[in-house]
């Protein structure tokens, strides 16, 4: 393919794809058919299978204007390909939001004859014009449309396209659309509805079946009937039929589920706004972006994304958050900085109404609607994104996976060389055509295991039932096995690592430029009618919900503590006055006694006016997190000015006073708090004019309000750690696993708590990485600040001694200890700047970074996205609120929101604290090994049955089809699914488990086994045939009579065409059978990763029944049971030659496993090399010891190819570049500045 015909769509965009275009070719179409046709239909399937091949075979190459079909590839490491069909659409207009020149709203009349007569008029004036056609196609339920202009493929979002501002949003799209713009924009976005379809059974059964392991079986099936082995091919029906309704049950279930949960909003009845007055009920499956919707008073549950233009709403966001407090949306703003600026979802967030959020209340004046204006519909919103990546949910990209296929590929390599073997042995043994291309097929379909698939989903199901038990569910069980493999958890700080309520710990005010003495009492008398009081019990988001307070937390915490009581308006009240009836706050009336007014004390407070105490909030700015500060304008009752009140981070608020107000004392009063792990808020006060008037101040922008305040003080709010936290952490860092704090919260706060529960031991350094963009002429710089270590306690001193000898025991390498004596820490200000402007130091930084602070959402996906690109296997465990898309983005996210709405998290732990964290990554390392282990012993099961019926072949004989059946049934199936059920250790080790197929000690443990079980079943194939008794087996046979046990077991029988009873058959029968029961142990280990075999006591019970049965049936020959399995009667020392033979064969495979694989590979050459490459992380402290004599490990080093062989991870490579780098990590008090990465000035801080 050309270059040049390749266009990129999505580009930048997660889903960023390459797209070719085709025209369909009759040649090639009438060519595949006949290939079809003389295949049988196969390559149709092989062409089903692969779309690029499907499409290239049956399509010549042209531009994608011209395209009738598309292929399409994604850009990401799956590289997965799609085909789609380019449809053509009609329409007067080339884009959704063209202009139609259509007369002013104001002139179309009223009802549906102004409606009428304006769509008449629109069809008479595109009579005369030809209309445009529009090439489009749709994947993954996006419709891309053909842009002339830009000569590509591109979809349209919603009014973000349009790049409105704020205050064009009131100007321009306020009013609402007519009826034919919405039709004609109807065409472009659709209905408004995110359909989820439900696929008739018929049409899952038929995609199911044609999945290529059932495709495979059927092939095998065929195969077996005409070799007349019908119950062992029945059997495999069977199976089949149960795993195909199985899958069917469960993907129609999912189905059924996530329809269920879109429902809920997909059709209801909304009003809109045709013109600036007319107002029509509508389907909400009619609206466009553009349309103006009304919000009713009693609240609806939303069936768009759509803006606030009119009026504040209380909206409960559980089902995209996972947080169950109501927020607060206002009226996007209409005049000021944050008007001219372009609308954006995200920054603009508490102004805008997602889809699938319930509306509880709503507030707006007398007269006037609250109304909001469609921002996207359907798949576009919020909603339907989410749902978009659960019904297309990326590969799960685990190395795991891809090896599994590549083993399998061997076995078929394995395959393929019996098949030739056997069709040379045939043709040199004169069998007939027929029998050879039967005989050499059934070697493909013994060597590659039919039931591997659904034995290896066995071990992910039992660990989710285990999971489930312990209050974690899980919504993607394939990401249970990568839990297993996890190397790094990023945990939120408040709800997470501490509690999730703030207690109020004291306040200290800021009086005449100066803080005055903490105190602990917020409710007492004197300080009712302070604006401190007032700015406590009025800057909050707090509503009343049936006759409760709710809210944020912090917000209820700090209003409570005042003691004040809150009154909302009833919808009557809101009606009858005029223009607005404020929500209320006042103090209860015994705080406030008559004598208080002639109180000295009271003669000083910042309000001198004491008539009443009553306030009412006029206007609501909610709290940003990426401005930091909530605000609020209140009028007290009998004042004739307003005032604002705002509260925020300390350094934000203080930033926004004059000067004069603000304590010199601030930053030390403020680090003095924040060292001991305090959440401090700041509060602010300014008196406003007394010419504002109440509409003014509903359209003034926050910006004009919040400046030039008056410093009232600080609040200090206790977060107390939670009891499970530091052991859960210290039990992680022992298992070789990092931890880092990723919060919203202040940075000497966030480093305190690191401190306090052991991210950050007491004798180690943090450096702040404190960077500041380009200002004017001076480049952007990064200043590393060294903080001060705490003066460490007794407890501490001896936790560092302990440490220390620890170390000393494991591995004295004091390199090591410097290594980790140090941890960066950052804020989202200063990631922002290194990530723009410093990406050479980015992955450097996060090597040894601990805590982030002051991090907004999208910056913790950016964080893990990062550590994923140094190839950490991260996890990240949040309260759900803020943390959503680093929980979807992280290999493994943990929410600890017990809403089942949580839908962002793959998994959600009913216990709200990290103890989940350590069972998680258990049950991932059991799934995982337990999924290796399985896969080992169906590789092995299969190349077991391979050895022995290649054996048999080189006699023109085969297993009986009653042998196959025993195996298949009674040993593989059953051993298959209970060694599975091995739990999970009951504490993390050090070592994790290897994550590919493809390394050292499974592949030597592998082919170990192999080579036993090959040599065994030759020996004993070559023994029976050197016996005294040996002769060729007819029915008339009676090898029993020459052996001194007497046993006589003449049975008359038929002669057997295929030569299955013979004394070779019985012999391969006894040694292979015992040798799948021997593997089955050797690989179903316990300890590190699993409890003991012994412990797993289905496992162990079918073990001794098998070995049970398999000794009697062998040494006490059952008539019955050898007729059944076409055994023949052996002697009985020739018995208990066999029971010899299986015994050693069972202690070898046992020693090999155990010496070699577990002791010499892994202990002196795997982990001894490990210990070598691997970093020293400050979680991984306990480094392997490495022996002084070391001849043996290099010696097997160098054998197995090890020798000095670098890391194949990135964040271990990089950490040995920095071990060898002197000006790493950078010095006290120096300047990296963003001209030149390498230059460090000193500069004093």
Same mark, same amino acid.
């Given at each position: 393919?050309?270059?040049?015909?390749?266009?990129?769509?999505?580009?930048?965009?997660?889903?960023?794809?390459?797209v070719?275009?085709?025209?369909?070719?009759?040649?090639?179409?009438?060519?595949?058919?006949?290939?079809?046709?003389?295949?049988?239909?196969?390559?149709?399937?092989?062409?089903?299978?692969?779309?690029?091949?499907?499409?290239?075979?049956?399509?010549?190459?042209?531009s994608?204007r011209?395209?009738?079909?598309?292929?399409?590839?994604?850009?990401?490491?799956?590289?997965?390909?799609?085909?789609?069909?380019?449809?053509?659409?009609?329409a007067?207009?080339?884009?959704?939001?063209?202009?139609?020149?259509?007369?002013?709203?104001?002139?179309?009349?009223?009802?549906?004859?102004?409606?009428?007569?304006?769509?008449?008029?629109?069809?008479?004036?595109?009579?005369?014009?030809?209309?445009?056609?529009?090439?489009?196609?749709?994947?993954?339920?996006?419709?891309?449309?053909?842009?002339?202009?830009?000569q590509?493929?591109?979809?349209?979002?919603?009014?973000?396209?349009?790049?409105?501002?704020?205050?064009?949003?009131?100007?321009?799209?306020?009013?609402?659309?007519?009826?034919?713009?919405?039709?004609y924009?109807?065409?472009?976005?659709?209905?408004?509805?995110?359909?989820?379809?439900?696929?008739?059974?018929?049409?899952?059964?038929?995609?199911?079946?044609?999945?290529?392991?059932?495709?495979?079986?059927?092939?095998?099936?065929?195969?077996?009937?005409?070799?007349?082995?019908?119950?062992?091919?029945?059997?495999?029906?069977?199976?089949s039929?149960?795993?195909?309704?199985?899958?069917?049950?469960?993907?129609?279930?999912?189905?059924?589920?996530?329809h269920?949960?879109?429902?809920?909003?997909?059709?209801?009845?909304?009003?809109?706004?045709?013109?600036?007055?007319?107002?029509?009920?509508?389907?909400?499956?009619?609206?466009?972006?553009?349309?103006?919707?009304?919000?009713?008073?009693?609240?609806?549950?939303?069936?768009?994304?759509?803006?606030?233009?009119?009026?504040?709403?209380?909206?409960?966001?559980?089902?995209?958050?996972?947080?169950?407090?109501?927020?607060?949306?206002?009226?996007? @703003?209409?005049?000021?900085?944050?008007?001219?600026?372009?609308?954006?979802?995200?920054?603009?967030?508490?102004?805008?109404?997602?889809?699938?959020?319930?509306?509880?209340?709503?507030?707006?004046?007398?007269?006037?609607?609250?109304?909001?204006?469609?921002?996207?519909t359907?798949?576009?919103?919020?909603?339907?994104?989410?749902?978009?990546?659960?019904?297309?949910?990326?590969?799960?990209?685990?190395?795991?996976?891809?090896?599994?296929?590549?083993?399998?590929?061997?076995?078929?390599?394995?395959?393929?060389?019996?098949?030739?073997?056997?069709?040379?042995?045939?043709?040199?043994?004169?069998?007939?055509?027929?029998?050879?291309?039967?005989?050499?097929?059934?070697?493909?379909?013994?060597?590659?295991?039919?039931?591997?698939?659904?034995?290896?989903?066995?071990?992910?199901?039992?660990?989710?039932?285990?999971?489930?038990?312990?209050?974690?569910?899980?919504?993607?069980?394939?990401?249970?096995?990568?839990?297993?493999?996890?190397?790094?958890?990023?945990?939120?700080?408040?709800?997470?690592?501490?509690?999730?309520?703030?207690?109020?710990?004291?306040?200290?005010?800021?009086?005449d430029?100066?803080?005055?003495?903490?105190?602990?009492?917020?409710?007492?008398?004197?300080?009712?009618?302070?604006?401190?009081?007032?700015?406590?019990?009025?800057?909050?988001?707090?509503?009343?919900?049936?006759?409760?307070?709710?809210?944020?937390?912090?917000?209820?915490?700090?209003?409570?503590?005042?003691?004040?009581?809150?009154?909302?308006p009833?919808?009557?009240?809101?009606?009858?006055?005029?223009?607005?009836?404020?929500?209320?706050?006042?103090?209860?009336?015994?705080?406030?006694?008559?004598?208080?007014?002639?109180?000295?004390?009271?003669?000083?407070?910042?309000?001198?006016?004491?008539?009443?105490?009553?306030?009412?909030?006029?206007?609501?700015?909610?709290?940003?997190?990426?401005?930091?500060?909530?605000?609020?304008?209140?009028?007290?009752?009998?004042?004739?000015?307003?005032?604002?009140?705002?509260?925020?981070?300390p350094?934000?608020?203080?930033?926004l006073?004059?000067q004069?107000?603000?304590?010199?004392?601030?930053?030390?009063?403020?680090?003095?708090?924040?060292r001991?792990?305090?959440?401090?808020?700041?509060?602010?006060?300014?008196?406003?004019?007394?010419?504002?008037?109440?509409?003014?101040?509903?359209?003034?922008?926050?910006?004009?309000?919040?400046?030039?305040?008056?410093?009232?003080?600080?609040?200090?709010?206790?977060?107390?750690?939670?009891?499970?936290?530091?052991?859960?952490?210290?039990?992680?860092?022992?298992?070789?696993?990092?931890?880092?704090?990723?919060?919203?919260?202040?940075?000497?706060?966030?480093?305190?708590?690191?401190?306090?529960?052991?991210?950050i031991?007491?004798?180690?350094?943090?450096?702040?990485?404190?960077?500041?963009?380009?200002?004017?002429?001076?480049?952007a710089?990064?200043?590393?600040?060294?903080?001060?270590?705490?003066?460490?306690?007794?407890r501490?001193s001896?936790?560092?001694?302990?440490?220390?000898?620890?170390?000393?025991?494991?591995?004295d390498?004091?390199?090591?200890?410097?290594?980790?004596?140090?941890?960066?820490?950052?804020?989202?200000?200063?990631?922002?700047?290194?990530?723009?402007?410093?990406?050479?130091?980015?992955?450097?930084?996060?090597?040894?970074?601990?805590?982030?602070?002051?991090?907004?959402?999208?910056?913790?996906?950016?964080?893990?996205?990062?550590?994923?690109?140094?190839?950490?296997?991260?996890?990240?465990?949040?309260?759900?609120?803020?943390?959503?898309?680093?929980?979807k983005?992280?290999?493994?996210?943990?929410?600890?929101?017990?809403?089942?709405?949580?839908?962002?998290?793959?998994?959600?732990?009913?216990?709200?604290?990290?103890?989940?964290?350590?069972?998680?990554?258990?049950?991932?390392?059991?799934?995982?090994?337990?999924?290796?282990?399985?896969?080992?012993?169906?590789?092995?099961?299969?190349?077991?049955?391979?050895?022995?019926?290649?054996?048999?072949?080189s006699?023109?004989?085969?297993?009986?089809?009653?042998?196959f059946?025993?195996?298949?049934?009674?040993i593989?199936?059953?051993?298959?699914?209970?060694?599975?059920?091995?739990?999970?250790?009951?504490?993390?080790?050090?070592?994790?488990?290897?994550?590919?197929?493809?390394?050292?000690?499974?592949?030597?443990?592998?082919?170990?086994?192999?080579?036993?079980?090959?040599?065994?079943?030759?020996?004993?194939?070559?023994?029976?045939r050197?016996?005294?008794?040996?002769?060729?087996?007819?029915?008339?046979?009676?090898?029993?009579?020459?052996?001194?046990?007497?046993?006589?077991?003449?049975?008359?029988?038929?002669?057997?065409?295929?030569?299955?009873?013979?004394?070779?058959?019985?012999?391969?029968?006894?040694?292979?059978?015992?040798?799948?029961?021997?593997?089955?142990?050797?690989?179903s280990?316990?300890?590190?990763?699993?409890?003991?075999?012994?412990?797993?006591?289905?496992?162990?019970?079918s073990?001794?029944?098998?070995?049970?049965?398999?000794?009697?049936i062998?040494?006490?020959?059952?008539?019955?049971?050898?007729?059944?399995?076409?055994?023949?009667?052996?002697?009985?020392?020739?018995?208990?030659?066999?029971?010899?033979?299986?015994?050693?064969?069972?202690?070898?495979?046992?020693?090999?496993?155990?010496?070699?694989?577990d002791?010499?590979?892994?202990?002196?050459?795997?982990?001894?090399?490990?210990?070598v490459?691997?970093?020293?992380? @400050?979680?991984?402290?306990?480094?392997?010891?490495?022996?002084?004599?070391?001849?043996?490990?290099?010696?097997?080093?160098?054998?197995?190819?090890?020798?000095?062989?670098?890391?194949?991870?990135?964040?271990?490579h990089?950490?040995?570049?920095?071990?060898?780098?002197?000006?790493?990590?950078?010095?006290?008090?120096?300047?990296?500045?963003?001209?030149?990465?390498?230059?460090?000035?000193?500069?004093?801080?």
């Open positions: 393919m050309k270059t040049g015909e390749v266009k990129i769509i999505n580009q930048g965009l997660e889903d960023e794809m390459e070719w275009g085709y025209q369909p070719c009759l040649w090639k179409r009438i060519l595949v058919g006949m290939g079809a046709v003389c295949t049988g239909g196969l390559l149709l399937l092989l062409l089903y299978w692969l779309p690029e091949w499907g499409v290239k075979g049956t399509c010549t190459h042209t994608v011209n395209a009738h079909t598309l292929l399409l590839r994604s850009t990401d490491e799956f590289k997965q390909w799609f085909r789609a069909r380019v449809h053509v659409m009609l007067p207009g080339g884009k959704p939001f063209d202009s139609l020149d259509l007369k002013p709203k104001a002139q179309l009349g009223n009802g549906e004859h102004g409606i009428g007569a304006a769509d008449e008029e629109v069809r008479g004036k595109f009579a005369h014009r030809q209309p445009d056609e529009i090439h489009y196609f749709t994947h993954h339920s996006t419709k891309y449309y053909w842009n002339d202009v830009i590509n493929f591109e979809f349209y979002k919603g009014l973000e396209d349009l790049k409105v501002s704020c205050a064009s949003i009131h100007s321009d799209h306020s009013s609402g659309l007519s009826k034919t713009l919405q039709e924009r109807a065409l472009f976005f659709g209905e408004n509805e995110i359909a989820v379809r439900v696929p008739s059974i018929f049409i899952l059964l038929i995609k199911e079946v044609l999945n290529p392991f059932y495709i495979f079986q059927l092939f095998s099936v065929i195969l077996w009937s005409a070799e007349d082995y019908y119950y062992y091919a029945t059997a495999i029906v069977l199976m039929v149960i795993s195909i309704a199985t899958s069917l049950y469960t993907i129609k279930k999912q189905y059924v589920m996530l269920d949960m879109v429902a809920a909003h997909s059709v209801l009845r909304v009003s809109v706004c045709r013109g600036n007055k007319d107002i029509e009920q509508a389907m909400s499956t009619e609206l466009v972006p553009g349309d103006v919707i009304i919000i009713p008073a009693n609240g609806m549950i939303m069936p768009c994304d759509a803006v606030l233009t009119h009026g504040t709403c209380i909206v409960n966001e559980s089902m995209l958050t996972g947080e169950s407090v109501p927020v607060t949306k206002t009226s996007l @703003p209409s005049s000021g900085e944050e008007a001219a600026s372009s609308y954006d979802m995200e920054e603009h967030k508490r102004h805008t109404l997602f889809c699938g959020t319930q509306v509880i209340q709503t507030r707006f004046y007398a007269g006037e609607l609250v109304k909001a204006v469609v921002v996207r359907g798949f576009s919103t919020e909603k339907g994104q989410l749902v978009r990546s659960i019904l297309y949910p990326k590969p799960t990209d685990f190395k795991l996976y891809h090896d599994a296929y590549l083993f399998l590929l061997c076995l078929v390599g394995v395959a393929g060389i019996g098949f030739i073997y056997t069709i040379i042995l045939s043709i040199m043994n004169k069998v007939p055509a027929k029998t050879i291309i039967i005989e050499s097929l059934d070697i493909v379909t013994i060597t590659v295991p039919p039931a591997l698939p659904a034995a290896m989903t066995a071990g992910i199901v039992y660990a989710q039932r285990r999971l489930k038990r312990v209050g974690i569910f899980c919504i993607s069980p394939q990401r249970i096995n990568m839990c297993g493999q996890l190397n790094l958890v990023c945990f939120d700080k408040t709800g997470t690592l501490t509690e999730d309520g703030l207690d109020l710990w004291g306040i200290q005010r800021a009086e430029g100066r803080f005055s003495p903490p105190e602990s009492e917020v409710a007492k008398e004197s300080l009712v009618n302070s604006a401190f009081v007032a700015c406590m019990a009025t800057c909050h988001s707090l509503t009343k919900i049936e006759g409760e307070l709710s809210g944020d937390p912090l917000d209820l915490k700090m209003f409570n503590a005042t003691g004040w009581i809150l009154e909302e009833t919808e009557e009240e809101t009606a009858l006055h005029n223009p607005i009836m404020p929500t209320v706050v006042r103090p209860p009336k015994h705080t406030v006694p008559e004598a208080n007014q002639n109180n000295p004390l009271t003669q000083n407070m910042e309000l001198s006016e004491l008539s009443s105490c009553e306030i009412g909030i006029v206007r609501q700015f909610p709290f940003s997190s990426a401005l930091q500060r909530m605000s609020v304008v209140v009028r007290r009752l009998g004042e004739k000015h307003m005032d604002a009140y705002l509260k925020g981070a350094e934000v608020v203080a930033s006073c004059k004069h107000t603000v304590p010199q004392s601030f930053t030390e009063t403020l680090e003095t708090y924040t001991q792990g305090f959440r401090v808020i700041a509060l602010a006060h300014r008196q406003l004019e007394s010419k504002l008037s109440w509409h003014k101040v509903q359209s003034l922008s926050r910006d004009l309000i919040e400046t030039n305040m008056d410093f009232l003080g600080l609040i200090i709010m206790q977060n107390k750690i939670k009891e499970e936290t530091a052991g859960v952490l210290q039990e992680l860092q022992q298992a070789n696993i990092r931890t880092l704090m990723v919060t919203g919260d202040n940075m000497l706060t966030a480093i305190s708590v690191a401190r306090d529960c052991g991210m031991r007491s004798h180690e350094k943090v450096i702040i990485a404190d960077a500041v963009p380009p200002k004017d002429l001076y480049p710089s990064i200043t590393w600040r060294y903080t001060d270590n705490p003066a460490p306690t007794n501490d001896q936790t560092v001694e302990i440490h220390l000898d620890e170390e000393e025991e494991v591995c390498r004091q390199v090591a200890l410097q290594e980790q004596s140090y941890h960066f820490a950052v804020s989202g200000r200063s990631f922002a700047v290194i990530t723009e402007h410093f990406p050479q130091l980015i992955q450097k930084l996060v090597l040894r970074a601990t805590v982030f602070a002051r991090m907004a959402p999208d910056q913790k996906t950016q964080l893990v996205e990062v550590l994923q690109s140094i190839d950490y296997t991260v996890g990240m465990c949040g309260d759900g609120a803020n943390d959503c898309g680093a929980l983005r992280a290999h493994s996210g943990i929410s600890l929101s017990e809403l089942e709405a949580s839908v962002a998290s793959p998994f959600t732990s009913s216990t709200a604290n990290i103890s989940c964290v350590p069972n998680l990554i258990r049950e991932g390392r059991a799934a995982l090994i337990t999924s290796f282990c399985v896969f080992k012993f169906m590789a092995l099961y299969s190349i077991i049955q391979y050895l022995s019926v290649t054996l048999l072949y006699i023109l004989s085969n297993l009986g089809d009653f042998q059946l025993f195996i298949d049934i009674a593989i199936l059953i051993i298959a699914f209970t060694m599975s059920l091995n739990p999970a250790w009951k504490e993390l080790v050090w070592r994790r488990p290897p994550s590919s197929l493809i390394s050292g000690p499974l592949l030597c443990s592998v082919l170990t086994q192999i080579i036993t079980c090959l040599v065994f079943q030759v020996l004993a194939f070559l023994l029976v050197q016996q005294s008794w040996y002769e060729m087996w007819t029915p008339q046979s009676d090898a029993c009579n020459v052996s001194s046990s007497g046993l006589s077991l003449n049975v008359t029988s038929p002669h057997d065409h295929k030569n299955i009873k013979n004394y070779e058959n019985t012999t391969l029968f006894y040694v292979s059978s015992f040798q799948y029961l021997a593997v089955a142990i050797v690989f280990k316990g300890k590190p990763f699993r409890q003991p075999s012994y412990k797993n006591w289905p496992f162990m019970l073990c001794m029944c098998l070995y049970t049965f398999l000794l009697f062998m040494l006490y020959p059952v008539p019955a049971i050898d007729s059944f399995l076409e055994i023949v009667c052996v002697p009985h020392d020739w018995r208990v030659t066999l029971v010899i033979i299986v015994t050693v064969n069972a202690a070898v495979s046992f020693m090999l496993e155990i010496l070699i694989v002791i010499v590979l892994w202990r002196l050459v795997f982990r001894a090399n490990q210990g490459n691997r970093p020293s992380e @400050p979680s991984s402290a306990d480094a392997p010891q490495v022996a002084n004599d070391r001849w043996g490990p290099s010696f097997l080093s160098w054998l197995f190819c090890r020798n000095n062989k670098p890391p194949t991870v990135r964040y271990m990089l950490a040995l570049e920095l071990q060898d780098d002197a000006d790493w990590p950078p010095k006290p008090s120096t300047v990296t500045c963003a001209s030149d990465p390498q230059s460090r000035v000193s500069n004093p801080l």
